[in-house]
Antibody, heavy 120, light 110 residues
Framework: EVQLVESGGGLVKPGGSLRLSCAASGFTVTNAWMSWIRQAPGKGLEWVGRIKSRGDDGTTEYAAAVKGRFTISRDDTKNTLFLQMNSLETEDTAVYYC???????????WGRGTLVTVSS | QTVVTQEPSFSVSPGGTVTLTCGLN?????????PNWYQQTPGQAPRTLIYNTNTRSSGVPDRFSGSILGNKAALTITGAQADDESDYYC??????????FGGGTKLTVL
């Protein structure tokens, strides 16, 4: 079955760090464009960033709100995508979804999300 | 700053037709932004409805259709059903290689 399962969410203090994981099954993350999208409580969807497939140079791109603080990476041996979040702010509180990026330029497969709460 | 605009809320009668729109504060939406649409019910992950302006995702009923209407992308629901009551989000892929979501439209079917 093709699916994405996020984990790693939780409560963290402002200024802290957290790493989210997204375990993929049924396909290889190496060969996929992947993205992270978040949703603050009661708010709309917000694109966070994406990583290209290794064959398409594997580069990353980020939304202005997280650039310089968040980093997307993957572990091919574990078939897992990561989101490293540093210098967290209360405004980063959200459910974080992992998605595949379909061709052209849309969010195809979604995980169920993991909740990150930034609070003192 | 690029802002994608959607109607905050809309209402449709069961069996009726409704068109939700997705605009840009900086100009017109065209197919080059690859407009896509997502449906979300409370507590659930979004579901992909439409991509590349007008292509339905697998399993999406044909009462959902996408288009460009004037200077906006549009999602039309024909023959609305009670379980279409959801939040609907559009997303545009900007030429800078990033995506921006609209604020979402809360659709009520009554």
């Amino acid at each position: 079955e093709v699916q994405l399962v996020e984990s790693g969410g939780g409560l963290v203090k402002p200024g802290g760090s957290l790493r989210l994981s997204c375990a993929a099954s049924g396909f290889t993350v190496t060969n996929a464009w992947m993205s992270w999208i978040r949703q603050a409580p009661g708010k709309g969807l917000e694109w966070v960033g994406r990583i290209k497939s290794r064959g398409d140079d594997g580069t990353t791109e980020y939304a202005a709100a997280v650039k310089g603080r968040f980093t997307i990476s993957r572990d091919d041996t574990k078939n897992t995508l990561f989101l490293q979040m540093n210098s967290l702010e209360t405004e980063d509180t959200a459910v974080y979804y992992c998605t595949t990026v379909g061709n052209p330029a849309y969010f195809h497969l979604w995980g169920r999300g993991t909740l990150v709460t930034v609070s003192s | 700053q690029t802002v994608v605009t959607q109607e905050p809320s809309f209402s449709v009668s069961p069996g009726g037709t409704v068109t939700l729109t997705c605009g840009l504060n900086s100009g017109s939406v065209s197919t080059t932004y690859y407009p896509n649409w997502y449906q979300q019910t409370p507590g659930q992950a979004p579901r992909t409805l439409i991509y590349n302006t007008n292509t339905r995702s697998s399993g999406v009923p044909d009462r959902f259709s996408g288009s460009i209407l004037g200077n906006k992308a549009a999602l039309t629901i024909t023959g609305a059903q009670a379980d279409d009551e959801s939040d609907y989000y559009c997303a545009l892929y900007l030429h800078s290689g990033i995506w921006v979501f609209g604020g979402g439209t809360k659709l009520t079917v009554l």
